[in-house]
């Protein structure tokens, strides 16, 4: 396997118009050596169209896409050292996993091709299944002889296109440590669309959402979380509530109060916003906390889910919070009045 460090991709306001439409609209992205990076957004995002020009499928409109020195814009797909795994997987079903895996190695000689093959057997945990065919196989086995052979080439960048969506949950759970486990012995740079915000918090050490062809925020999961910096990227991420509000007078520090319906609450601002706003307080359910201070609610419902318990509450104009904490903090019972409160670090006030 290559030792050479992977090269640094960079993509500078790369757009994709397909007539009027732009389905990728001005990304300007950096990736790491080694990264492991994953583009999430909803269907029709443009996430799967911007790692198609990456892997030279479709040619952008305007933009251009570097790695390392190379310009790659204008090469086609075979003279990039890139390589890409598709969903459906696209194993040769008259070929054995070997001769899938060593496809595309033309030229190398026999010895070396059958070593190579060797190695990617062992390293997808599939020794001893060279010679069968991939209809014998399940479905994490032939995921795996579709990455073994993406990687085959040793290309400096792997690019994967839903790689999981075929499998069922409790399977792609697994795949999911598995492809991690893989990414990080070979340090290749894994650029991978998903639709789905766990297996991308899962998998990713950075994030790009996407929204409407456009990169909306980057960073660690943790950080897109705790610090998302639209409602869209909020939803996208996990439960959340949104309080709506105005925002009150600037404050010396980061923590700003908003004035609700209900009373103020206090979280940190995500942008420059200016006194008076329109805005919403978004607070995870695990940090909404029921004690003495806080919005007046009622809990209409409590459902036991083992390690939490998770609370529907009602405010007084009938909207609702959810909360979820361990079932040891059992507290109000449905039916109770209470005061819902969360710590204001954890809240984050966004444009409404």
Same mark, same amino acid.
């Given at each position: 396997?290559?030792?050479l460090?992977a090269?640094?991709?960079?993509?500078?306001?790369?757009t994709?118009?397909?007539g009027?439409?732009?389905a990728?609209d001005?990304?300007?992205l &950096?990736?790491?050596?080694?990264e492991?990076f994953c583009?999430l957004g909803p269907?029709?995002?443009?996430k799967?169209?911007l790692?198609r *020009?990456?892997?030279?499928?479709?040619?952008?409109t305007t933009?251009r896409?570097?790695l390392?020195e190379?310009?790659l814009?204008?090469?086609?797909?075979?003279?990039?050292?890139?390589? *890409?795994?598709?969903?459906s997987y696209?194993?040769f079903?008259?070929?054995?996993?070997?001769?899938?895996i060593?496809?595309?190695?033309?030229?190398?000689?026999?010895?070396a091709?059958?070593?190579?093959?060797?190695?990617?057997?062992?390293?997808m945990?599939? &020794?001893?299944?060279?010679?069968?065919?991939p209809?014998?196989l399940?479905?994490?086995?032939?995921?795996?002889?579709?990455? $073994?052979r993406?990687?085959a080439?040793e290309?400096?960048?792997?690019?994967?296109?839903?790689p999981?969506g075929?499998l &069922?949950?409790g399977?792609?759970e697994?795949?999911q440590g598995e492809?991690?486990?893989?990414q990080?012995?070979?340090?290749?740079?894994?650029?991978?669309?998903?639709?789905?915000?766990?297996?991308?918090? *899962?998998?990713?050490?950075r994030i790009g959402?996407?929204?409407?062809g456009r990169?909306?925020q980057v960073g660690?999961? $943790?950080d897109?979380?705790?610090?998302?910096?639209t409602r869209f990227?909020?939803?996208?991420?996990?439960?959340?509530?949104l309080?709506p509000?105005?925002?009150?007078?600037?404050?010396?520090? $980061?923590?700003?109060?908003?004035?609700?319906?209900?009373g103020?609450?206090?979280?940190?601002?995500?942008?420059?916003?200016?006194?008076? /706003?329109a805005?919403?307080v978004?607070?995870?359910?695990e940090?909404?906390?029921?004690? $003495?201070?806080g919005?007046p609610v009622v809990?209409t419902?409590?459902v036991?889910l083992?390690?939490r318990l998770?609370r529907?509450l009602?405010l007084?104009?009938?909207?609702?919070?959810?909360?979820?904490?361990r079932?040891?903090?059992?507290g109000a /019972?449905?039916?109770?009045d209470?005061?819902?409160?969360?710590p204001?670090?954890?809240?984050v006030?966004?444009p409404a």
């Amino acid at each position: 396997m290559s030792d050479l460090p992977a090269p640094r991709l960079r993509l500078e306001e790369l757009t994709k118009r397909f007539g009027t439409h732009r389905a990728v609209d001005a990304v300007s992205l &950096d990736l790491e050596a080694g990264e492991f990076f994953c583009l999430l957004g909803p269907s029709g995002c443009g996430k799967s169209t911007l790692l198609r *020009m990456i892997a030279g499928f479709e040619t952008p409109t305007t933009g251009r896409i570097l790695l390392g020195e190379q310009d790659l814009t204008a090469l086609p797909p075979h003279r990039r050292p890139v390589n *890409m795994m598709f969903q459906s997987y696209a194993l040769f079903p008259h070929m054995s996993v070997a001769g899938n895996i060593g496809y595309g190695l033309n030229g190398r000689g026999r010895a070396a091709v059958a070593e190579r093959v060797s190695d990617l057997l062992k390293l997808m945990r599939l &020794d001893g299944f060279g010679s069968r065919r991939p209809d014998t196989l399940s479905g994490g086995q032939r995921q795996r002889v579709a990455l $073994a052979r993406a990687l085959a080439r040793e290309p400096k960048l792997l690019l994967l296109d839903e790689p999981l969506g075929a499998l &069922d949950r409790g399977l792609r759970e697994e795949t999911q440590g598995e492809l991690r486990a893989v990414q990080r012995r070979l340090g290749t740079a894994f650029v991978v669309v998903t639709h789905d915000p766990e297996e991308a918090m *899962m998998l990713a050490d950075r994030i790009g959402v996407m929204e409407a062809g456009r990169l909306i925020q980057v960073g660690p999961p $943790a950080d897109l979380y705790r610090r998302p910096a639209t409602r869209f990227v909020a939803g996208l991420l996990g439960d959340v509530n949104l309080i709506p509000g105005r925002l009150g007078p600037v404050s010396p520090d $980061a923590i700003r109060t908003v004035e609700t319906a209900h009373g103020p609450v206090r979280g940190v601002a995500a942008a420059a916003l200016e006194e008076g /706003a329109a805005v919403v307080v978004a607070v995870r359910p695990e940090d909404v906390v029921l004690g $003495a201070e806080g919005l007046p609610v009622v809990v209409t419902d409590a459902v036991f889910l083992g390690d939490r318990l998770r609370r529907t509450l009602r405010l007084p104009d009938g909207a609702t919070l959810r909360s979820s904490g361990r079932p040891a903090e059992a507290g109000a /019972a449905p039916g109770s009045d209470a005061r819902a409160g969360f710590p204001a670090d954890v809240a984050v006030i966004l444009p409404a």
